[in-house]
């Protein structure tokens, strides 16, 4: 599971890209690789097929030949990231945008960075093993209580909460990942105290 980041969206070396290619076949442009034409092409005598980049005469093709030969290969391409973890035999999850403290990435992040930052690093292979060393270290119930965390926060904004009030709240609720309704009646004393009534 990952997290939104223009490092994550990287494409591999040998990606379709159409800033990349000239408007008619050959002259000086990188060779593509070959793809296959998707399901979604207007067309269905082509969908599935092979999609060569490059001309019959071995010239890489143009980004105008390629138009109109296919459609969403170019926007529907797996990052570098993607392709790694499916070919482990894994499913790659990119989480939405949102703030940080509804994603449990950032808190083991920063508990990560935490740990880092304590160990001298002499040398930059001293750095590198305090890395390994720092990600290793979290243990699973710490990992565990980050999701609860983020959950009790999603949980705090959909009754309503916000800022302050849906921060006390999560620190007030430890051992569930929902806001109980006696948090939410504390609050609402509190809230009503202060204001008077």
């Known amino acids: 599971m990952f997290d939104q980041s223009s490092a994550h969206a990287s494409l591999p070396p040998d990606a379709l890209k159409a800033f990349e290619m000239n408007k008619s076949n050959g002259g ?3 060779r593509q690789r070959d793809t296959v034409i998707p399901q979604s092409n207007p067309d269905p005598r082509f969908r599935g097929m092979v999609q060569k980049m490059t001309t019959e005469t071995g010239e890489p093709k143009g980004l105008k030949q390629t138009l109109e030969d296919q459609q969403d290969d170019f926007i ?4 570098m990231l993607e392709r790694v973890i499916r070919d482990a035999g894994h499913e790659c999850i990119f989480l939405p945008k949102f703030h940080c403290e509804m ?3 950032e808190m083991y ?7 880092y930052r304590q160990v001298p ?3 930059f292979e001293d750095a590198k093993k305090a890395a390994i060393d720092a990600f290793d270290a979290c243990p699973v119930d710490v990992i ?7 959950w009790r926060f999603m949980s705090a904004y959909r009754l309503g909460l916000t800022g302050k009030a849906a921060a006390w709240a999560v620190r007030k609720q ?3 990942r929902a806001v109980s309704n006696a948090a939410m009646m504390h609050l609402d004393a509190v809230v009503d105290q202060n204001s008077g009534t």
């Open 28 to 30: 000086k442009q990188r």
């Open 174 to 176: 430890k051992g569930h």
């Open 121 to 123: 690093k002499p040398t």
């Open 103 to 105: 994603n449990p990435i």
């Open 109 to 115: 992040w920063g508990w990560v960075k935490f740990r």
């Open 76 to 79: 529907n391409q797996e990052s």
């Open 144 to 150: 565990r209580r980050f999701i609860n965390r983020s």
